[in-house]
């Protein structure tokens, strides 16, 4: 399974079938944490233009444990 921005869109792919999990995603990084938890950080930001015109944008980061 691998995840990748593709243009403004996040996309998993699994046995060769891809999906789109989100779109208007400008920021997408995957660290790997050598720690004793074996963890991977995720850092996420969006940008969209309103239908008013106003610039939204978020981000956000999280840290998944690895299995196995």
């Known amino acids: ?24 995603i400008i920021g997408l990084e995957f660290t790997r944490i050598d720690d004793p938890l074996n ?8 940008q969209k233009v309103s239908a008013t015109g106003r610039m939204i944008q978020d981000s956000g980061q999280i840290t998944v444990k690895l299995r196995n």
């Open 1 to 24: 399974i691998t995840y990748a921005l593709n243009g403004t869109d996040i996309v998993r792919t699994a046995n060769g079938v891809n999906k789109v999990l989100g779109h208007n």
């Open 39 to 46: 963890s991977v950080q995720v850092d996420i930001s969006a």
